[in-house]
């Protein structure tokens, strides 16, 4: 695609559901970075992916948060058992190479846990 | 470890005024800088970068200049529009630390009433 694509859009959750959201990157880029916008608040880093592999997950908040990247491509992050703190917004973005210099930011994933 | 500082806002102005917003940075080594703008409803677009000290990035009648001697990067156009109402992210880039996502200011939400 033209840009980096994220769903759903929106998401509402109860308390203690499992939630995936999913990022498609640019064709071609092999870095891949979630990041978490709460209200008010900056961005959050949560994970990079160079190819498959994460060497970075320092920003993930806890073990009930989990991400995997495909083929170089597709990546799913996971909240398991979520918690009214996880409303935010997630963004996904892609950048050509490792080192990022530009990255390209998706429209995110509001999600809001009842 | 490595910090974004934004002003805060919201920053009201009249349009054609003159806009400054503050950036100061901490890095550990020697960072790449941006600022990002996300308008309302929208990603993350990129709106302009510096990659060494006194390089000037500009785009859309935005500059911002990488002072190293006082960490800072301010964003400054001449005469806003209403169309440059958004939410402005300060954020750099310091591969030295092996941390390849971008750190990010909390944004400042610049609204520009006609």
């Known amino acids: 695609g033209a840009g980096v694509s994220q769903s759903p859009s929106n998401k509402v959750t109860e308390k203690g559901k499992d939630v995936e959201l999913r990022c498609d990157p640019i064709?071609?880029?092999?870095?891949l970075y979630w990041y978490r916008q709460s209200l008010g608040q900056g961005l959050e880093f949560l994970i990079y992916?160079?190819?498959?592999?994460?060497?970075?997950k320092s920003g993930l908040p806890s073990d009930r948060f989990s991400a995997e990247r495909t083929g170089g491509s597709v990546s799913t992050l996971t909240i398991q058992r979520t918690q009214q703190e996880d409303s935010a917004v997630y963004l996904c973005?892609?950048?050509?190479?490792?080192?990022?210099?530009?990255?390209?930011f998706g429209q995110g994933t509001r999600l809001t846990v009842v | 470890g490595d910090s974004v500082t934004q002003m805060e806002g919201p920053v009201t102005l009249s349009e054609e005024a003159f806009l400054t917003i503050n950036c100061t940075y901490t890095?550990?080594?020697?960072?790449?800088l941006f600022w990002y703008v996300q308008y309302p409803g929208e990603g993350l677009q990129l709106l302009l970068k510096?990659?060494?000290?006194?390089d000037k990035g500009s785009n859309k009648g935005f500059e911002a200049t990488y002072r190293k001697e006082t960490t800072s990067f301010h964003l400054e156009k001449g005469s806003v529009q209403v169309s440059d109402s958004a939410v402005y992210f300060c954020?750099?880039?310091?591969?030295?630390?092996?941390?390849?996502?971008?750190?990010f200011g909390s944004g400042t939400r610049l609204q520009v009433q006609p």
């Open positions: 954020a750099l880039s310091d591969p030295d630390t092996g941390r390849r996502a971008l750190t």
């Open positions: 510096a990659t060494k000290a006194d």
């Open positions: 890095a550990t080594g020697y960072p790449s």
């Open positions: 064709s071609g880029h092999t870095a």
């Open positions: 992916f160079q190819g498959n592999s994460a060497p970075d």
């Open positions: 973005a892609s950048s050509p190479a490792a080192g990022v210099t530009e990255a390209f």
